[in-house]
């Protein structure tokens, strides 16, 4: 068994209203930075899980998004798995 750093990136589906993006992309048209089309605001969760391969320990932190780290009707999850002392990409 090895350990593994996995990133778990949560944004709300497209299509979907994003209140967090829509004020964070009004606050940065009045400070100028017009070229942004559109913001959304998401999360990331970091989690060191202990796995036989990078792939069990995607596919595990991926069972918990669906039942915990994030909201099936609203969210899409990506999950990225490194082997421990590597930044999870």
């Given amino acids: 068994m090895s350990r593994f750093t996995v990133e778990v990136l949560v944004t709300p589906r ?3 209203l994003d209140p967090q993006g829509k004020a964070i ?7 100028g930075y017009d070229a942004v089309d559109e913001v959304r605001v998401g999360k990331a969760i970091y989690l060191e899980v202990t796995a036989a391969s990078p ?3 995607r596919e595990r932190v991926e069972e918990m998004c669906r039942k915990l780290l994030a909201n099936p009707v609203t969210e899409d999850f990506r999950v990225t798995a490194s082997e421990n002392g590597g930044a999870a990409r």
């Fill in 14 to 16: 497209p299509g979907l």
């Fill in 25 to 31: 992309h009004h606050a940065l048209s009045s400070l």
């Fill in 55 to 57: 792939e069990a320990a």
